[in-house]
């Protein structure tokens, strides 16, 4: 093939993908950093509000919180993301593949002396294709652009491939195992529609790479062997996204059952206490207090020898929907364990601690859970701390938010208070409050 097209393709492959790059790197950059300040600023807006009205405003489900969940989740090493892309395990796997593929071309380029009129533009692409890999693994910030990261590797990976296709012989080049190996891998961590664009475009461009030269030239065996090629890589492709997607489902079950209680749809207490960990670090750079609850249900074991534990386990949803439609967006709650539930509360102090507490705690009053011929009634006794005044780690936090309970309990019950080393308790009665 001549040099002229060659360089003429090259510069169009090179200018198209610096498009794609910017196009795919700059919006989900601008967007997270949006999404950051928007995130700051309604949580001091919201603590402002609180303060100033003294009430608690009420929220759907803590949409934030997952958010919070799938930070911790992908913080733990060599854990798939809820969304099923296993980014730090696929980061290190396609990083080594890439550096195997371009160091292994290359020296095979240069050791054969197989295609010396291209040679030079061979190595060129192998050079631009190593400086991707340096680009989106090792010089962006990790978690950049999300899974539009494989989107982009596959583009310009399937690019580059095919710019070297034309160069080592179009329809006998030896590297088109590339476009499956693309298309495969891209088919572990994307969807199937993104699967099915990346195999198309494959397609089109291995046609492009086999033809550009001889538009008139077609025989039977090269269309032959062109159809069976891109049959085959479609039917790998396919394979792989069924594959992912179950794995895929799995993942995502699996972290459910990590991460919620079952019986309530709350965080459960190891969530929870992660949780924890992580607003004490927060604020210990920040400076800003946060608040816990711990709350008991009065009277279960009273309920379930009644009614029955299915009417227990009734009384138990019931009363993680008050607390669930009690919180905000930024707080965390949980089923400690049995009838205990917890309620982590960012940037709060102890005032707002309490008067959120008050708000769950009239609510479980109200609530009536009806069977028949009855009308179930209960209760919680509720215990509130504050960081840092009531405890440095999160075993203290607990220990004193359990004591602040308990003493509700013995109080007479149906009522928040709150824990001080001297045993003196804040507002005891819901009437003072």
């Known amino acids: 093939m001549p ?3 060659v360089l ?3 510069l169009i492959a090179v200018a198209a993908n610096l498009l794609l790059t910017a196009a795919l790197v ?10 950051r300040d928007t995130y700051e600023r309604e949580r001091t807006d919201t603590v402002g509000r609180r303060d100033r009205s003294k009430d608690v405003p009420v929220m759907g489900p803590s949409a934030l919180v997952v958010q919070e969940a799938n930070a911790l989740i992908e913080a733990l090493p060599d854990v798939t993301s809820p969304d099923g892309v296993p980014a730090a395990a696929y980061d290190r796997v396609v990083r080594l593949v890439s550096w195997v593929v371009i160091l292994g071309a290359s020296a095979f380029v240069a050791v054969t002396g197989l295609w010396e009129s291209t040679q ?14 340096l680009l989106v693994h090792d010089v962006m910030p990790a978690g950049a652009l999300g899974t539009d990261k494989f989107v982009l590797e596959g583009c310009v990976a399937i690019t580059l491939v095919t710019l070297i296709v034309i160069m080592t012989g179009q329809e006998i080049s030896p590297f088109f195992f590339a476009y499956p190996l693309i298309v495969a891998g891209a088919a572990l961590v994307v969807t199937p529609q993104v699967t099915l664009v990346l195999a198309a475009l494959a397609s089109v461009d291995y046609v492009i790479a086999v033809t550009i030269n001889r538009p008139f030239e077609l025989d039977e065996r090269l269309l032959a062997n062109v159809a069976v090629n891109i049959v085959a890589m479609m039917l790998l492709a396919f394979i792989a996204s069924y594959i992912a997607r179950e794995q895929r489902r799995s993942r995502q079950a699996a972290i459910r059952l990590s991460t919620i209680d079952s019986l309530t749809g709350l965080f459960n207490r190891a969530f ?6 992580r607003e004490i670090q927060r604020s210990s750079r920040t400076g800003r207090r946060f608040g816990l609850l711990m709350m008991d249900l009065d009277g279960l074991k009273a309920i379930n020898d009644q009614f029955g534990h299915f009417q227990g386990d009734q009384v138990l949803r019931a009363v993680a929907a008050v607390i669930r439609t009690g919180v905000r967006q930024i707080d965390t709650a949980a089923r400690y364990g049995g009838d205990e539930f917890v309620v982590l509360l960012p940037e ?9 507490a008050e708000k769950i705690r009239q609510g479980v009053e109200e609530l009536g859970i009806a069977v028949p011929g009855f009308q179930i009634r209960t209760s919680m006794s509720i215990g509130a701390v504050a960081y840092p005044d009531d405890g440095l780690t999160a075993d203290d936090l607990l220990i004193s938010a359990d004591r602040a309970m308990y003493v509700s309990k013995r109080q007479g019950k149906n009522r928040v208070v709150g824990y ?3 045993g003196v308790m804040g507002p005891s009665d819901h009437d003072e409050l």
């Open 26 to 35: 700059v919006p989900p950059l601008l967007a997270r950093r949006r999404v």
């Open 8 to 10: 003429i393709l090259l």
């Open 272 to 277: 929870f206490f992660a949780s924890v960990e």
């Open 3 to 5: 040099d002229q097209p």
């Open 420 to 422: 001080t080393p001297a």
């Open 348 to 356: 709060t102090e102890a005032t707002g601690a309490y008067v959120l």
């Open 120 to 133: 030079a533009g061979i190595l060129v692409v192998l050079a631009l294709g190593g400086f991707m890999v």
